[in-house]
C-alpha cells in the first residue's frame, strides 16, 4: 500500500458515487415520465463514470494488482465508505430527488474545491466531475423547486422526503479522520468551508420551493468508516453477484 490514507479517502468517494449511480440505475424504465427516466440513467451513468476513475487510481494506490472491479465485487459491506445517505431506498419520486439534492449540493463544491487539491490525480478527476456535478445539482434543485411549490400532494411528498432524509445530510460535510488528515496534508477539503457554501444552497432552493429548513442538527453516521444500514447488504448482494458467481469472468 503506497499512501493508506490517500487510498481511504479515495474510496470515501468511490463507494458513495458508486451506490448512489446503483440506487438511481433502479430507476431506469421507471420514471415518472419519459425524459426523466432518461435523465435519472444519464445522472447514474455520469457517477459510474466518477467512480471509475475513483477506483482506478485506488487500485494503483493499493498496488496489489487489482482490478476496479476486483475492489468492488469482492468487499463487504463493512468494508464500503460511502456515507448512508446514498444507500437510502429510493421510496418515491421526491425521496429520490431531495436525496440527490442533497448529495449534489455537497458534491459540486467538492469537486469545485477538490481541484485546487495538490494531488495532480485527484484534481484531474475534480476537474472533469465539476462539470457532470453542475449539470446534476440544477436538476435536482429544479425539481425540488417544481415539487415544493407544485401541488398539494407534490408539497406534502417533498415535506415528507425532507422528514424521512434529513438527518442523513450531515455526515457529508463532517470529517472524519482519513478527511481531517487529507485536508491537513494538502490533497484533500475543508468540509468546514464546504458546508457553509452547501448550506447556503440548500436555504436557497428550499425558499423557493416553500419548504422549511429542518431545526434538528441531529445526523447519521459511521458510513464513511463501514458502519452502514441494512440497505447496503442489499445493494451489494445485486450488484457483486456476477462477479462471485463467476470470479474473474469478462463480458
Not at 487500485?59 to 476496479?68: F, H, L, P, R, Y
Not at 432524509?165 to 482519513?178: A, V
Not at 458510513?223 to 470470479?247: C, M, N, V
Amino acid at each position: 500500500m503506497k499512501d493508506q490514507n490517500l487510498y481511504n479517502y479515495v474510496l470515501q468517494h468511490a463507494d458513495s458515487s458508486l451506490i448512489l449511480g446503483q440506487r438511481l440505475a433502479e430507476w431506469c424504465g421507471h420514471g415518472p415520465i419519459l425524459e426523466q427516466d432518461i435523465a435519472m440513467s444519464n445522472i447514474s451513468l455520469d457517477l459510474i463514470g466518477q467512480c471509475r476513475m475513483w477506483y482506478q487510481y485506488a487500485a494503483e494506490i493499493q498496488d496489489e494488482g487489482k482490478s476496479e472491479d476486483e475492489i468492488v465485487a469482492f468487499r463487504d459491506a463493512w468494508d464500503y465508505r460511502n456515507v448512508q445517505l446514498v444507500e437510502q431506498p429510493n421510496g418515491d419520486f421526491a425521496q429520490t430527488i431531495f436525496r440527490q439534492f442533497l448529495f449534489d449540493t455537497y458534491s459540486v463544491h467538492f469537486y469545485e474545491m477538490l481541484i485546487n487539491s495538490k494531488d495532480e490525480r485527484l484534481a484531474a478527476i475534480a476537474g472533469k466531475s465539476h462539470k457532470e456535478a453542475l449539470y446534476h445539482v440544477k436538476w435536482s434543485g429544479d425539481w425540488v423547486i417544481r415539487l415544493g411549490d407544485g401541488t398539494e400532494e407534490s408539497h406534502d411528498r417533498m415535506k415528507a422526503a425532507i422528514d424521512e432524509l434529513w438527518s442523513y445530510s450531515g455526515e457529508l460535510t463532517k470529517p472524519n479522520e482519513t478527511e481531517t488528515k487529507a485536508f491537513e496534508e494538502g490533497y484533500g477539503v475543508n468540509l468546514a468551508a464546504l458546508k457553509e457554501k452547501r448550506d447556503a444552497k440548500i436555504r436557497e432552493i428550499l425558499t423557493e420551493a416553500t419548504l422549511e429548513v429542518p431545526e434538528s442538527t441531529y445526523t447519521h453516521e459511521g458510513g464513511k468508516d463501514g458502519r452502514h444500514t441494512e440497505h447496503l447488504g442489499y445493494i451489494l448482494s445485486d450488484l457483486q453477484f456476477l462477479q462471485r458467481a463467476y470470479p474473474g469472468q469478462e463480458w
